[in-house]
């Protein structure tokens, strides 16, 4: 029932490379900017990416992020066993005015 | 460093009532956009409220009229007085700070949330 749309799980061997998509639409991802968060369960959510493709300080630059028209991509490199968690994109829509919208979620597993 | 601390979450029966914290410390909840998402079992994250600096107030349409949002500057904290509670708002609670970037908002700090589960 998200909005956005992301695959349920992804996974790779440790040191190989995921990405993770996230579809959206015209009202949301093709005119916004859209937001990467890592979560690990029990622990509290991470901001990965802002403004597209930005990274916060402190976060590697194995995560890197991309968006083009109604679509956005997460990728991350050199995968670790710290990289084991649910990744979450999120962005603004324009038939909902506070709060955005999120994807439902998608879990990497370090094989 | 920055941290956000939830509390006050438990066990409460259908139409009961709890009253989450959120304790920041690293920023000001008063100079800052403070929000409350939550995440229900299996779920993804959902947007519930947010407190703007000047203290107005809003709400996801699910919570409005059951839930409030409220700080108290000089403890630095943030509140959710949920009332009438239903099973449906079963979730963790998560409280997160809302910034500006460039280009867009982000939520840029959040706590580890709290667990509500309403049942008999």
């Known amino acids: 029932q998200s909005v956005l749309t992301q695959p349920p799980s992804v996974s790779a061997a440790p040191g190989q490379r995921v990405t993770i998509s996230c579809s959206g639409s015209?009202?949301?991802?093709?005119?916004?900017?859209v937001s990467w968060y890592q979560h690990v369960p029990g622990t509290a959510p991470k901001l990965l990416i802002y403004?597209?493709?930005k990274r916060p300080s402190g976060i590697p630059d194995r995560f890197s992020a991309s968006k083009s028209g109604t679509s956005a991509t997460l990728g991350i490199t050199g995968l670790q066993t710290d990289d084991e968690a649910d990744y979450y994109c999120g962005t603004w829509d324009s038939s909902v005015s506070l709060g955005g919208v999120f994807g439902g979620g998608t879990k990497v597993t370090v094989l | 460093e920055v941290q956000l601390v939830e509390s006050g979450g438990g066990l409460v029966q259908p139409g009961g009532y709890l009253t989450l914290s959120c304790a920041v410390s690293g920023f000001s909840v008063s100079d800052s956009y403070m929000t409350w998402f939550r995440q229900a079992p299996g779920k993804g994250l959902e947007w519930v409220s947010i407190i703007y600096t000047g203290g107005s107030a809003f709400y996801a349409d699910f919570v409005k009229g059951r839930f409030t949002i409220s700080r108290d500057n000089s403890r630095n904290t943030v509140y959710l007085q949920m009332d009438s509670l239903r099973a449906e708002d079963t979730a963790v609670y998560h409280c997160a700070r809302e910034s500006y970037g460039s280009g867009s908002y982000y939520f840029d700090y959040w706590g580890q949330g709290t667990l509500v589960t309403v049942s008999s």
């Open positions: 015209s009202s949301n991802i093709g005119n916004n900017y």
């Open positions: 403004d597209n493709d």
